[in-house]
């Protein structure tokens, strides 16, 4: 019959103890490090997305192209959703880019990024075009800027995700072409309010107004077909320099 | 169990509670350093952020100068209105005010968004206000207030 002594009982529980409590303590430290890690991971993810949205906000006011180097592999997403385009790094939350059109592939990975801007001019600036790419993954580029926002959102990607040219890019550029046309609207009503002469001394309104309802009736589709009356109104406003009046745009 | 038994158990709970509370200190300053420092980050990325509204407003073709399609550095006072559009909320989400000070004449300030109001930190860029009544330029400070 087994015996068990006192003392050698004491023993083996304080090896269960210290077993349980090193387990427990042990397990601790990995579901930190682990917590840790991804923590810090979503900081970085955060901290690139918010260095992104700030870059493409300071080169949006000039036609340049420039890279952005990361020191870690990093995946961009982007995605039309409900007529917005969401931008996100990596596995973190995707967030709205407001005021920015930006044509990419659905995902992005490599180290280097090379960012190109272009404005979009028919017949005033209606908006800036930011393209991205991942140096491991350059796409042709073309020189109109719908043509090259076109062959991104059409390219070889699947139908989930994409920045999608007549979902949200169209709209984008319709709510900003709306926010310009108001714009030149009220100058316009500005202009009128000063009485500006011509060369001659003739008052410039009527020439004003005429150019206003050109304005006005202008719509999406001849923005991107870019057609007879883009050109109508870019004659009127040269007509309005030619005659000594103050340009509109 | 013995009186020897009980007072090593004791002695080993003892040495983990104290184990414990060193590891909970520890993790404390820990996570207030991590605080901290993704509090300066956010400050850094916020501040950046903000500076880039001043760039934006500057740039946007509804207040920059164009003659023939071609854009000027300055800001057309016939353009400087009050953007109420819904779009501008979410352009300018932390943004209370967007303002422009003339600095000749009478110092007229032209609120451009917002609350003519808003109170916060004040990031500002001196600008050339042209006048297309007049053809004439003028210095003025743009103003973004910031929450």
Redesign the interface.
Known sequence: MLKLH?KGF?ITF?WI??LA?GAL?FLFLVY?SFQHTDLFGQ?SNV?IR??F??AF??L??TDITTRIELNQETTLRFQCFERRILFGVGKGDRK?I??KIIAAPDTLTGYNFSIKTT?F?R????ATFIYIDSEQDRKNELNDPLDMAEGYATGDSDDDGIIDYDECIIPLLE?RLK??Q???L??IE??NS?N?KDSDGDSCTGRYLNIKEKIRSLDINDVIRNNVNIDNL?RL??NL?SEGC??V? | ??K??QL??SI?VLV?AI?FVLLFIG?IFYFGFSFES?KE?EEK?LG??YN??L??V??M????C????V?KECL????M?RLD?P?YK??F?NVNRIYVEELAGGNEKIDLYGNPYGSGKIYSAPVSIYH??N?KYTIGKLYVVVE
Do not use: W
Not at chain 1, 123 to 126: A, C, W
Not at chain 2, 66 to 69: C, E, G, M, R, V
């Open positions: 006192k004491a304080s103890f210290s409590a303590i930190f900081r901290l918010e260095e949205d700030n906000g300071a949006e006011s709205e407001p005021g404005k001019v017949p005033f600036k209606i709510e926010l310009v108001t714009s030149y009220k100058k500005y202009l000063q500006i870019d406003n040269k320099v103050e340009a745009f | 169990m013995n020897n038994g090593e158990m080993t983990l184990f993790l993704f980050s990325v950046q952020r880039i509204y760039s934006h500057l740039n073709p509804e207040f920059k164009s003659f023939l399609s854009e057309d006072r016939s353009k209105n559009n779009y979410r352009v989400e297309p009544e053809g």
